[in-house]
């Protein structure tokens, strides 16, 4: 691009008071690019769903018809919720909705009181130590988690917390740094006159976190309980590595054991997937907006 | 920096003390422990699951520890050594290569529907919602999901048998194919959060900026390149860091999908099958340090070519 280019376009402003035009944000993509514009958008759809509603159609069908038919068949009946069932009963399905649960609720808990309270202390106090704290916390972001568990391994079984689900538990609640910048982010809007007139009435440092900071941020911890909720739901490994007990399988290992007795029953297979993907949809029509927000948040901390 | 408003602040917030003896504590501290109190669990957690951890790391990585033994054996730099010198060990960073192909495709295609969706288009949100919702899927379902759609007679296979194509190659069976179809499927995962990501950027430009351009007959393309480009900027940077960082610890789908066979196995597959596989601590610690010290160049090298300017709190 030519340095001429950059001067007529790059400071538009100077010659927008000259002409006052009717507003337009039409895209000037002439006829053959609106057309490309749609078709690429449509082929990002079937390529984004295909892989899903094929097992979904495959969810319903018999196992003689998914022995019989090509995936892009519909199966005879929509009504056949035999392999889901199955999926549920004999696969630890429930097993694993429970155990999700169970973990999802104190995690979040925990995520939110460390992470306000870690927030609470860097915004609101001056200390020493605080910029070696504060720099703790970022360069942890920066350890790529998979690899240190060669050595979390080794701290978690010392802890006597192996194959229970506590060594889940502590290690979401641990050190979950997006939360702490969330949270971070949201109490620098937080009017610190508030604190002191609090504190004016004769409240302390932790009657100010719990009666004005916690209820304030409310909007934070929705953001953090989302984003957190997703990942704790999807989390595969560390219940993989902490947690081989059958009895203790969350989602995602216990669909990941239907490999082995279903390894033949596709049907099955799809199902279970499916019942896992069930809520996550529902999640994600009813949240879209705090979602996407929260996400944006989250990743550019 | 004036001292008598931060002063009044500080008479105000502590009635009992001297007004102004350090006007630098902004806002008072109350008694010293007192944020050490709301540290002390966050730290603890912190400490005990972060930082002994990668400390051990390195002490393990220079012996030969089983994970069991009570004696750690201590060998000096032999693993390090063994990593360096032993091409079944390096020859896994190859595959790192098609992830990191994999990521450059996939910060295009969504950089390239982001631009699309920033323009005014019909069933905006809807076509925003499909792109976006297979990153919020879990991991496990993607791989079994993907396991059917690249089996022999699968979903990819009767797809292509549509437009004529037979005879298609083993998809996750060709040890020349394996990786790209994983790559391919971890594209598929992740290429939504790019495209929301470049999304919100693109869209917090103010609006004039397109008219005024408009006004001065810019294309498209201008558009693209002198108001789209520079406004996504930091969050461009950004993701290419993580992308590169993603791509050196592949592990998810294809551990899921194929754990590590034909080929397909990546140098995270191969730390943690070191470590609880074959119950080599010690060589496993290494490579852990290894992959550690180069996402840490990454990011050095990415911070000095995009400064970030929210990089410290305050």
């Given at each position: 691009?030519t340095?001429?280019?950059?001067?007529?376009?790059?400071p538009?402003?100077?010659?927008?008071?000259a002409?006052?035009?009717?507003?337009?944000?039409?895209?000037?993509?002439?006829?053959?690019?609106?057309v490309?514009?749609?078709a690429?958008?449509v082929?990002a759809?079937v390529?984004a769903l295909m892989?899903i509603?094929?097992?979904?159609m495959?969810?319903?069908?018999t196992?003689?018809e998914?022995?019989?038919?090509?995936?892009l068949?519909?199966?005879?009946?929509w009504?056949?919720f035999?392999?889901?069932v199955?999926?549920?009963?004999?696969g630890?399905?429930?097993?694993?909705?429970?155990?999700?649960?169970f973990?999802?609720?104190?995690?979040i808990?925990g995520?939110?009181?460390t992470g306000?309270?870690?927030?609470?202390?860097?915004?609101?106090f001056?200390?020493?130590?605080?910029?070696?704290?504060?720099?703790?916390f970022l360069?942890?972001?920066l350890?790529?988690a998979?690899?240190?568990?060669?050595?979390?391994?080794?701290i978690?079984?010392?802890?006597?917390?192996f194959n229970?689900?506590?060594a889940?538990?502590?290690?979401?609640?641990g050190?979950?740094?997006v939360?702490?910048?969330?949270?971070?982010?949201?109490?620098a809007?937080?009017?610190?006159?508030l604190?002191?007139?609090a504190?004016?009435?004769?409240?302390?440092?932790f009657t100010?976190?719990?009666?004005?900071?916690?209820?304030l941020l409310k909007?934070?911890v929705?953001?953090?309980?989302?984003i957190?909720?997703?990942a704790v739901?999807?989390?595969?490994?560390i219940?993989?590595?902490y947690?081989?007990?059958r009895?203790?399988?969350?989602?995602?290992?216990s669909l990941?054991?239907?490999?082995?007795?279903?390894g033949?029953?596709?049907?099955?297979?799809?199902?279970?997937a499916?019942l896992?993907?069930?809520?996550?949809?529902?999640?994600?029509?009813?949240?879209?907006r705090?979602?996407?927000n929260?996400l944006?948040?989250?990743?550019?901390? | 920096?004036?001292?008598?408003?931060?002063?009044?602040?500080?008479?105000?917030?502590?009635?009992?003390?001297r007004?102004?003896?350090?006007?630098?504590?902004r806002?008072?501290?109350?008694?010293?422990?007192?944020?050490w109190?709301?540290?002390?669990?966050?730290?603890?957690?912190?400490v005990?699951?972060t930082?002994?951890p990668?400390a051990n790391?390195?002490w393990y990585?220079?012996?030969?520890?089983d994970?069991?033994?009570?004696?750690?054996?201590?060998?000096?730099?032999?693993?390090?050594?063994?990593?360096s010198?032993r091409p079944?060990?390096?020859?896994?960073?190859a595959?790192?290569?098609?992830y990191?192909?994999?990521?450059g495709?996939q910060?295009?295609l969504?950089?390239?529907?982001?631009t699309?969706?920033?323009?005014?288009?019909?069933?905006?949100?809807?076509?925003?919602?499909?792109?976006f919702?297979?990153?919020l899927?879990?991991?496990?379902a993607i791989?079994?999901?993907?396991?059917?759609?690249?089996?022999?007679g699968?979903t990819?296979?009767?797809?292509l048998?549509?437009?004529g194509?037979?005879d298609?190659?083993l998809?996750?069976?060709d040890?020349s194919?394996v990786?790209?179809?994983?790559?391919?499927t971890?594209v598929w995962r992740?290429?939504?959060l790019?495209?929301v990501?470049?999304l919100g950027?693109?869209?917090s430009?103010?609006?004039?900026?397109y008219e005024?351009a408009?006004l001065?007959g810019?294309?498209?393309?201008q558009k693209f390149?002198?108001?789209i480009?520079?406004s996504?900027?930091?969050?461009?940077?950004?993701?290419?860091?993580?992308?590169?960082?993603?791509a050196?610890?592949?592990?998810?789908?294809?551990?899921?999908?194929?754990?590590?066979?034909?080929?397909?196995?990546t140098?995270?597959?191969?730390t943690?099958?070191?470590?609880?596989r074959f119950?080599?601590?010690?060589?496993?610690s290494?490579m852990?340090?290894?992959?550690?010290?180069?996402?840490?160049?990454?990011?050095?090298?990415?911070?000095k070519?995009?400064?970030d300017?929210?990089a410290?709190?305050?």
């Amino acid at each position: 691009m030519t340095t001429t280019e950059r001067a007529t376009v790059s400071p538009p402003q100077s010659t927008a008071p000259a002409s006052r035009k009717p507003r337009r944000r039409r895209a000037d993509l002439g006829f053959l690019g609106t057309v490309l514009k749609y078709a690429s958008l449509v082929a990002a759809c079937v390529a984004a769903l295909m892989p899903i509603v094929t097992i979904f159609m495959l969810a319903f069908k018999t196992n003689e018809e998914y022995r019989t038919t090509g995936p892009l068949d519909a199966p005879s009946s929509w009504l056949n919720f035999d392999n889901f069932v199955t999926a549920f009963t004999q696969g630890g399905m429930v097993t694993g909705f429970l155990n999700t649960g169970f973990i999802l609720v104190i995690s979040i808990t925990g995520t939110i009181f460390t992470g306000t309270m870690t927030a609470y202390a860097i915004d609101r106090f001056r200390f020493r130590g605080r910029p070696l704290v504060t720099g703790l916390f970022l360069l942890a972001t920066l350890v790529p988690a998979v690899t240190t568990q060669v050595a979390t391994f080794q701290i978690i079984n010392g802890m006597g917390l192996f194959n229970t689900p506590w060594a889940a538990i502590v290690l979401f609640t641990g050190t979950d740094i997006v939360a702490i910048f969330i949270f971070l982010q949201f109490m620098a809007s937080i009017p610190i006159s508030l604190d002191e007139a609090a504190m004016l009435d004769g409240a302390n440092r932790f009657t100010v976190y719990w009666r004005i900071i916690l209820p304030l941020l409310k909007p934070a911890v929705a953001t953090v309980v989302i984003i957190k909720g997703i990942a704790v739901y999807n989390e595969f490994y560390i219940p993989f590595l902490y947690m081989p007990s059958r009895d203790l399988g969350v989602i995602s290992t216990s669909l990941f054991r239907f490999m082995g007795p279903f390894g033949s029953r596709w049907e099955v297979i799809a199902a279970g997937a499916i019942l896992v993907m069930i809520p996550t949809l529902v999640a994600f029509l009813f949240l879209q907006r705090f979602i996407y927000n929260g996400l944006v948040s989250g990743a550019t901390k | 920096m004036s001292i008598a408003p931060s002063a009044a602040r500080q008479d105000a917030a502590r009635p009992s003390t001297r007004p102004s003896a350090r006007p630098r504590r902004r806002k008072t501290a109350g008694w010293g422990a007192t944020p050490w109190l709301f540290l002390l669990i966050p730290l603890a957690f912190l400490v005990t699951f972060t930082y002994i951890p990668v400390a051990n790391m390195f002490w393990y990585s220079v012996t030969d520890w089983d994970g069991l033994a009570l004696e750690k054996g201590f060998v000096g730099a032999d693993n390090f050594v063994s990593i360096s010198t032993r091409p079944e060990y390096f020859r896994v960073f190859a595959v790192s290569l098609y992830y990191l192909v994999g990521a450059g495709a996939q910060l295009i295609l969504a950089l390239y529907f982001a631009t699309l969706l920033s323009f005014n288009t019909r069933f905006k949100n809807f076509f925003k919602g499909v792109i976006f919702f297979p990153y919020l899927l879990n991991g496990v379902a993607i791989g079994l999901m993907f396991l059917y759609f690249f089996r022999p007679g699968g979903t990819l296979d009767s797809t292509l048998a549509i437009f004529g194509l037979q005879d298609p190659p083993l998809w996750l069976g060709d040890p020349s194919i394996v990786n790209i179809s994983l790559a391919a499927t971890s594209v598929w995962r992740y290429m939504g959060l790019n495209f929301v990501l470049f999304l919100g950027a693109i869209q917090s430009v103010p609006s004039e900026q397109y008219e005024a351009a408009d006004l001065d007959g810019a294309s498209s393309w201008q558009k693209f390149r002198f108001i789209i480009l520079p406004s996504i900027r930091r969050i461009l940077g950004l993701t290419m860091i993580l992308a590169v960082s993603g791509a050196l610890s592949a592990f998810e789908m294809p551990y899921i999908m194929t754990g590590g066979a034909n080929g397909s196995t990546t140098f995270v597959i191969q730390t943690v099958d070191t470590a609880f596989r074959f119950a080599n601590v010690g060589l496993a610690s290494a490579m852990a340090i290894v992959l550690l010290v180069i996402v840490l160049l990454i990011t050095a090298v990415q911070r000095k070519f995009f400064p970030d300017e929210k990089a410290t709190v305050e």
